[in-house]
Every structure is written in structure tokens, then in C-alpha cells.
């Protein structure tokens, strides 16, 4: 078992930035590949980024490349996500996630494990 706590989230205006943490805790950490993905209400989840168990590989959606980095660190058990340059469209709930696995996987089926979310809300 896998718990998942994320933080970070919170209000900022529009081309501004934030660091999402998620901190986990349960089982061996670098056995898992990570992701975020976030959801508004009356929409699925959506994929944001993932990466795999030691960090060499990561991939993210189309809409947030380049403005959003994922990133871990496998001796503080957290995984990172750095969201720069945010658009109203990037308001959401955001879910920090792990797979039994070590490769990263862009589909919500491929989790296992679920924070309980972070709300980002940007602003113009």
C-alpha cells in the first residue's frame, strides 16, 4: 500500500507559477512510476505528466509541455511537479499518482495508487 499526499496547490494569477509536491509514504518508492493528472467538474481526469521509477524518462500532455515540469527525488519519496507560465485553463483539481511499475503510462487505468488532490486555481 501506497499513501500520497499532495501540496502546493493554491490561487495564482495568470503567467504565474507553482511547484506541486506529492510526498509518499507506504512501500519502496523507486519501485513506482509516478503522475499527475487533474480533473474539473463534469470532466474525466486528464493526463498531465508522468515519469518513470528513476527519473530518465517523463512525458506529458501536449497541452502543458514546456510550461510544466515533473520531477523526483527518490531519497525524500516526493515527486515534484513545476507548473510555470499558467493559464485559466489549467485550473483544476490535481491528483498526484502511482503505478506498480516502473515505467510511466499516460492512462488514469494504469494507476493504482490516488491522492486525495490539490485544487490550483489560476486567475486573469
Known amino acids: 500500500q501506497v499513501q500520497l499526499v499532495e501540496s502546493g496547490g493554491g490561487l495564482v494569477q495568470t503567467g504565474g507559477s507553482l511547484r506541486l509536491s506529492c510526498a509518499a509514504s507506504g512501500r519502496t518508492f523507486n519501485n513506482y512510476a509516478m503522475g499527475w493528472f487533474r480533473q474539473t467538474p463534469g470532466k474525466e481526469r486528464e493526463f498531465v505528466a508522468a515519469?518513470?521509477?528513476?527519473?530518465?524518462?517523463?512525458y506529458y500532455a501536449d497541452s502543458v509541455k514546456g510550461r510544466f515540469t515533473i520531477s523526483r527525488d527518490n531519497a525524500k519519496n516526493t515527486v515534484y511537479l513545476q507548473m510555470n507560465s499558467l493559464k485559466s485553463e489549467d485550473t483544476a483539481l490535481y491528483y498526484c499518482?502511482?503505478?506498480?511499475?516502473?515505467?510511466?503510462?499516460?492512462?488514469?487505468?494504469?494507476?493504482?495508487?490516488w491522492g486525495q488532490g490539490t485544487q490550483v486555481t489560476v486567475s486573469s
Open positions: 499518482t502511482a503505478r506498480d511499475g516502473s515505467g510511466a503510462r499516460r492512462s488514469p487505468l494504469d494507476y493504482t495508487y
Open positions: 515519469i518513470n521509477w528513476i527519473g530518465y524518462s517523463t
